[in-house]
């Protein structure tokens, strides 16, 4: 019997191994295929025994299992972002697939046949799942993503038109973005930067530098992750200085706005709150041009980043900021509220006001639950932790 790196038995397809690398039981993955595909509108089904017999790859009596139904074949692969004789592969071969000249020649033919409603019809897509992601998480979203990830990279590698190869990459570096943050979000740190990486590496086939400097600032939000803040800090700094030429108001707003939470997680108050002046400076009162980077920044929003940077440093005032913003928050932003309300528990349990903040550090623990966010359940814990006495918050 094959075994993997683990010592245990070796994936059978790359249906199972994409399983096992998800960190899910078959009744696990089955309960998901069901929450996906209620979510995003697919009529395929998918139980534990018929999963059992798909991850096996053949039958009790060895011969080859047949193919599940078309509707539950396009379950999986935009779930997984493989195709259905990919998944049922040998991991082996299924994972390094190399096309010969006729599919070589499909993917280029599929390329020219991205026009502008093409493209339109992509950025609706990805207004979509940025929505979903809001509202119910990575936990929800992530698949979909990385699903997109995967379809648009196929086209922009297969474009030989400039300039919808270049339109092609700057959705691929926006939807890179968004998987980045979203693995971040799921505590996945490592796959988080190397997301920003490709993302990064996409942002550099487009015509505007601006989608670089995006995907830049966003990583460094994984530096502060691991505590290198004073990294993250220059990183965001010489990025805001870079973006003052080129990029819109919205976009340097945010840009001053993530440097002034970098120089706050570093202890830098001053320049923190320097950092968010300027923010509040430059936010316009219109949305970002269309050829630019999506941000979401408002005055709701930017009120929520100055509270949090607030609380990061001590200051007093942070509990007003941070109920000022829950009150103009969209109730859509369900993440931006779960992280917003564990900076409340912080900010209130600095002043002694115990119970108001276990009544926010619950609800942000739920909501974390929720939507799968492991970065906001361990920011709970440590929150838990630093406290005066050594109870537990009781949530």
């Known amino acids: 019997m094959a075994i993997d790196d683990a010592g245990g038995p070796a994936p059978r397809t790359a249906l199972e191994q994409k399983i096992r690398e998800r960190r899910q039981t078959l009744a696990e993955f089955a309960h998901a295929a069901e929450e996906?595909?209620?979510?995003?509108?697919?009529?395929?089904?998918?139980?534990?025994?018929?999963?059992?017999?798909?991850?096996?790859?053949s039958r009790p009596d060895g011969s080859p299992v047949g193919r599940p139904r078309p509707a539950t074949a396009r379950l999986l692969e935009r779930m997984l972002g493989l195709t259905i004789d990919e998944l049922l592969a040998r991991p082996d071969t299924a994972l390094v697939v190399e096309p010969g000249e006729h599919e070589l020649r499909q993917r280029l033919s599929a390329a020219r046949r991205v026009n502008p409603e093409v493209l339109a019809l992509l950025q609706?897509?990805?207004?979509?799942v940025r929505r979903l992601d809001r509202q119910l998480g990575a936990a929800t979203a992530h698949d979909e993503v990385t699903t997109k990830i995967s379809?648009?990279?196929?086209?922009?590698?297969?474009?030989?038109?400039?300039s919808v190869r270049g339109q092609l990459a700057a959705l691929l570096a926006e939807f890179g973005t968004l998987a980045g943050w979203q693995a971040l979000d799921m505590g996945s740190l490592a796959r988080s930067w190397q997301l920003y990486e490709q993302a990064k590496a996409a942002a550099s086939e487009t015509d505007d530098a601006v989608f670089g400097m995006h995907c830049t600032a966003e990583q460094a939000f994984v530096l502060i992750e691991i505590g290198e803040t004073a990294a993250a800090a220059e990183l965001l700094s010489a990025t805001e200085r870079k973006a003052q030429?080129?990029?819109g108001r919205l976009l340097r707003s945010w840009l001053a706005a993530a440097s002034g939470e970098a120089l706050a997680a570093d202890g830098q108050r001053s320049a923190s709150l320097r950092a968010f002046d300027r923010a509040a400076a430059l936010l316009p009162s219109t949305a970002a041009a269309a050829n630019e980077p999506y941000v979401a920044l408002d005055s709701a929003h930017l009120?929520?980043?100055r509270g949090h940077a607030l609380a990061r440093v001590g200051e007093s005032g942070a509990v007003e900021v941070l109920l000022s913003a829950l009150d103009q928050l969209d109730p859509t932003f369900i993440r931006a509220e779960t992280g917003l309300r564990v900076?409340?528990?912080?900010?209130?349990?600095?002043?002694?006001?115990?119970?108001?903040?276990?009544?926010?550090?619950r609800k942000a623990l739920a909501l974390a639950k929720e939507?799968?966010?492991?970065?906001?359940?361990?920011?709970?814990?440590?929150?838990?932790?630093?406290?005066?006495?050594?109870?537990?918050?009781?949530?």
């Open 245 to 247: 030429q080129t990029a």
């Open 303 to 305: 009120a929520r980043w």
């Open 124 to 128: 609706s897509q990805l207004t979509a």
């Open 151 to 162: 379809q648009v990279n196929r086209l922009r590698a297969h474009s030989l038109t400039p």
């Open 36 to 57: 996906f595909a209620r979510s995003f509108g697919e009529p395929g089904t998918l139980s534990e025994r018929h999963l059992k017999r798909l991850v096996a790859g």
């Open 371 to 395: 939507i799968g966010s492991v970065r906001q359940q361990q920011r709970i814990a440590r929150l838990d932790h630093r406290r005066p006495e050594h109870g537990q918050l009781a949530l």
């Open 343 to 361: 900076d409340l528990a912080s900010a209130l349990f600095a002043i002694g006001d115990r119970e108001q903040g276990r009544t926010h550090a």
